[in-house]
Nanobody, 126 residues
Framework: QGALVESGGGLAQAGGSLRLSCAAY????????MGWFRQAPGKEREFVAA??????????ADSVKGRFTISRDSAKNPVYVYLQMSSLKSEDTAKYYC?????????????????WGQGTQVTVSS
């Protein structure tokens, strides 16, 4: 087991950018895919992006494709996963969560992720 710590959230204007970071402590996650999810008030948690264990394969929700970029640095200890968010929209406002998958390849289902961070709030003002 381990712990994930997200950072980088905050307030941004529509059209602006933010970069979220996720540090994976306590154990090695270099063989696991990792993902970002988000949850807005009154809504279910939804998939945002995922990256495979190697970093060579990524997957994005249609709502963020072309605007968000996921990356990872598995050479570091702890392992880091990043989410670069650009061209932000008000509908991107949510709490963003980093998670570790039980698989090596990218998956979208929340049930395939077994370790979650506490989340970081992103608020986009229009």
């Amino acid at each position: 087991q381990g712990a994930l710590v997200e950072s980088g959230g905050g307030l941004a204007q529509a059209g602006g950018s933010l970069r979220l970071s996720c540090a994976a402590y306590g154990t090695t996650f270099s063989s696991n895919a990792m993902g970002w999810f988000r949850q807005a008030p009154g809504k279910e948690r939804e998939f945002v992006a995922a990256i495979s264990w190697s970093g060579l394969s990524t997957d994005y929700a249609d709502s963020v494709k072309g605007r968000f970029t996921i990356s990872r640095d598995s050479a570091k200890n702890p392992v880091y996963v990043y989410l670069q968010m650009s061209s932000l929209k008000s509908e991107d406002t949510a709490k963003y969560y980093c998670a570790v998958s039980t698989t090596a390849s990218t998956v979208r289902e929340t049930t395939r992720y077994n370790i979650w961070g506490q989340g970081t709030q992103v608020t986009v003002s229009s």
